[in-house]
């Protein structure tokens, strides 16, 4: 089972759709946990931490379910910006271990 | 602007000759390093993690004799690809950590595309 799991899509949704997507983590011990956008053919970009709790950043929610191991990020009234994929990233326990990052989900927001 | 600087941007070089990428903070001090690997459609995968003053870290399965990573200094990790074959065409990125009173932040480099043909 891979450490950090996602749909890779493509997830095509017409602009101001509300698009959700999901991750799941093997390790429950893991201590931190993001999410990343990654536009073609550049450096992944930190969007935002997720936090038990869950938190919201202007039109992206992100949420913890520690129990079942998930992440989820809902982007609500999509952009054409936001067009990108989006990488999972959790941080496993213990300080020498790195960031691991999901696959990735290509989200494409169409005119 | 950029905090994590990588050099070069693109580079294509012919197989069996060694390419050397640079990975450089700025205005902060990185202890360590990292570098990671993406194919196309896949995730990024870390290599090695690179200590200032000290031998990298390699990850399993990361040849280190042919990744060579250095570490000269508090700003500069270089990463050397050595022997290239057309398999090692990818997208090296790299991150430091720069550490603060409220933790720790992962800056990315802009990524290095590398073409050996």
């Known amino acids: 089972r891979k450490e950090v799991e996602q749909d890779p899509g493509p997830f095509n949704v017409p602009e101001g759709a509300t698009v959700a997507f999901n991750c799941t983590y093997s390790n429950s011990a893991s201590q931190s946990f993001f999410w990343y956008r990654q536009d073609c053919r550049k450096e992944p970009k930190l969007l935002m931490s997720v936090y038990s709790s869950g938190n919201e950043d202007g039109r992206f929610t992100a949420q913890l379910n520690r129990a079942s191991q998930y992440i989820s990020l809902l982007i609500r009234d999509s952009k054409l910006s936001d067009s990108a994929t989006y990488l999972c990233v959790v941080k496993p326990p213990g300080s020498a271990r790195q960031l691991t990052f999901g696959s990735g989900t290509q989200l494409t927001v169409l005119p | 602007g950029a905090v994590v600087s990588q050099h070069p941007s693109w580079v294509i070089c012919k197989s069996g000759t060694s390419v050397k990428i640079e990975c450089r903070s700025l205005?902060?001090?990185?202890?360590?390093m990292f570098w990671y690997r993406q194919f196309p459609k896949q995730s990024l995968m870390l290599m090695a993690t690179s200590n200032e003053g000290s031998k990298a870290t390699y990850e399993q399965g990361v040849e280190k004799d042919k990744f060579l990573i250095n570490h000269a200094s508090l700003t500069l990790s270089t990463l050397t690809v050595t022997s290239a074959h057309p398999e090692d065409s990818s997208f090296y990125i790299c991150?430091?950590?720069?550490?603060?009173?409220?933790?720790?932040?992962?800056?990315f480099g802009e990524g290095s595309w590398l073409t050996v043909v």
């Open positions: 991150s430091a950590r720069e550490r603060g009173l409220s933790g720790n932040t992962i800056y």
């Open positions: 205005d902060f001090q990185a202890t360590t």
